[in-house]
């Protein structure tokens, strides 16, 4: 098979092949981890989006290494170059979003931190916000700092100023 494809143009070299093919299955792995709406908005062949789904039922990490194999071979009629650009703008946050998120970070530093005057007026601007929750998360960050242990609260803060952002916008 390989070397058909290495046949087909004098100019191909074997190593570009397969630099092809790993291209081929970096891709096919990031498909597999994609959701079905966006599987849907890049307009694959119903076959690949067939063994996608099926490769997701696999539990045995031989049965989806070969689902991958698959799935790349599935793929090689596919623009990879088209296709990566596609799933990067999938990915790709616009700058409105960008812009929100940066404000929750810069606002969730301010209230690790302690900073009353950022809280109170976070709570006005949204009445909805629980204050106790906030606050025991304040205390679980001024732990894990203290004991050195993995930010989990900083990201939980994060999620739930998010959340409380997203509940009082709509």
């Known amino acids: 098979m390989m070397n058909d494809l290495i046949t087909q143009t004098e100019n191909t070299s074997k190593s570009s092949v397969k630099r092809h093919f790993l291209a081929l299955k970096k891709v096919a792995k990031t498909l597999m981890e994609l959701s079905d709406t966006r599987i849907k908005k890049l307009d694959l062949p119903a076959s690949v989006t067939d ?7 696999l539990k045995s990490r031989e049965a989806k290494r070969r689902q991958l194999q698959f799935i790349s071979k599935c793929m090689r009629d596919i623009d990879v170059d088209d296709l990566s650009r596609k799933l990067e703008q999938i990915d790709r946050l616009s700058p409105a979003q960008q812009r929100q998120n940066d404000a929750l970070t810069t606002l969730k530093h301010k209230i690790a931190e302690g900073d009353e005057d950022t809280l109170a007026s976070f709570i006005i601007e949204n009445p909805e916000a629980d204050r106790q929750k906030i606050r025991n998360l304040q205390r679980q960050i001024t732990r894990e700092t203290a004991t050195n242990k993995a930010p989990m609260a900083r990201q ?9 952002t997203k509940a009082s916008s709509v």
Do not use: T
């Not at 063994?51 to 039922?57: P, Q, T, W």
């Open 156 to 164: 939980k803060l994060f999620d739930y100023l998010k959340k409380v």
């Open 51 to 57: 063994a996608i789904k099926e490769a997701r039922k």
